[in-house]
Nanobody, 124 residues
Framework: QVQLVESGGGLVQPGGSLRLSCAAS????????MGWFRQAPGKAREFVAA????????PYADSVKGRFTISRDNAKNTVYLQMNSLKPEDTAVYYC?????????????????WGQGTQVTVSS
C-alpha cells in the first residue's frame, strides 16, 4: 500500500508560481498512475491533472490547461505539479492520488490512495 505526502503549498500573488510535490512511499511509485485534485471551500473535489505510468498520457482540466504541468521523477518516487500564472480561483486544498496501473484517471472515485492535502492560496 502506498502512502502519499504533499508539500509545496502556500500563499502566492496572482500571476505567481508554485510547485507542489507528492512523495510516495510504501510502494514503487513507477507502478502507479497519479492524479492531482483540488477542493475549494464549499465546493466538490475536482480533477486538475493526471499522469499515466508511462508519462505519455497527461490529461488536464480545461481550467488549468496551458498553466499547470504534471511530471514525475520515478527515481525519487515523486510527482510534481508546476503551477504558473496562478489565479485567485486556483485557491484550494490540493491533493495527490494514486492508483496501481497504467492509466491516467480523471475521476476521484477511481483513486484508492490519497495524500492529506496542501493549501494553495492565491491572493494579493
Amino acid at each position: 500500500q502506498v502512502q502519499l505526502v504533499e508539500s509545496g503549498g502556500g500563499l502566492v500573488q496572482p500571476g505567481g508560481s508554485l510547485r507542489l510535490s507528492c512523495a510516495a512511499s510504501g510502494g514503487t511509485g513507477s507502478r502507479y498512475g497519479m492524479g492531482w485534485f483540488r477542493q475549494a471551500p464549499g465546493k466538490a473535489r475536482e480533477f486538475v491533472a493526471a499522469l499515466g505510468r508511462d508519462t505519455n498520457t497527461t490529461p488536464y482540466a480545461d481550467s488549468v490547461k496551458g498553466r499547470f504541468t504534471i511530471s514525475r521523477d520515478n527515481a525519487k518516487n515523486t510527482v510534481y505539479l508546476q503551477m504558473n500564472s496562478l489565479k485567485p480561483e486556483d485557491t484550494a486544498v490540493y491533493y495527490c492520488a494514486a492508483r496501481m496501473g497504467s492509466g491516467a484517471w480523471i475521476m476521484a472515485i477511481q483513486y484508492p490512495y490519497w495524500g492529506q492535502g496542501t493549501q494553495v492560496t492565491v491572493s494579493s
